[in-house]
């Protein structure tokens, strides 16, 4: 009889474990996004504990599908590679409001992911970049919402600017995709 009992608690206790594990990656993927591009998928590990309001604005965007087709309009050699404009001049952005600017502690180190704005600080709006090699003097003055945690040589062969026209790329690189990993993982 004891035996009996004792298998049902370690089903019990397994069952529980199990169910704590699922909803842990689900919460997860729901920090995820991920970015197809014409070589592979980048994972990005997004950070709302650092900046709320832009991690919800950028997944807000990606369930839109509002990303799609963008390019990477501006890639500096050894600096950044700049998205999020769908008119891919630099000087766009979606019809939402601005955001305010959620600066934190986090370095702009290799495979950091960032929102672009004008010299307002409170001009973040759907642009954003991935750090290509670490540029410390933009730490606290641009709102970082994310890291690369996948996918870093996808992002190193994206098309580079020409760094005399402000990394200005002819013919560049679009995104395929960009979806919060939930999303894709349900389906």
């Known amino acids: 009889m004891w035996f009996k009992k004792l298998v049902a608690v370690l089903f019990t206790v397994c069952f529980i474990n199990t169910a704590v594990a699922q909803e842990k990656d689900l919460s997860k993927l729901e920090d995820t996004l991920y970015i197809d591009l014409p070589d592979g ?35 500096i050699e050894g600096f950044m590679a700049q998205t999020g404009d769908p008119t891919g001049t630099g000087r766009g952005g979606s019809e939402k409001p601005d955001l305010e600017a959620e600066f934190s502690n986090v370095p702009h180190q290799r495979g950091v992911v960032s929102m672009a704005r004008a010299n307002d600080p409170n001009s973040a709006n759907s642009q954003f970049f991935i750090v ?3 540029s410390n003097f933009l730490d606290g003055k641009y709102t970082v919402f994310g890291k690369v945690v996948e996918g870093m040589d996808h992002v190193d062969s994206i098309k580079k600017g020409d760094s005399r026209n402000n990394g200005s790329v002819e013919n560049p690189t679009a995104m395929v995709s960009v979806r919060v990993a939930s999303e894709v993982e349900s389906n």
């Not at 919800?56 to 963008?70: N, P, Q, S, T």
């Open 41 to 75: 998928r980048v994972v990005i590990e997004l950070m709302p504990d650092v900046a709320p309001k832009h991690v919800a604005r950028i997944k807000e965007l990606a369930g839109e599908k509002f990303y799609d087709g963008v390019v990477f309009h501006r890639v």
């Open 132 to 134: 290509l090699e670490d």
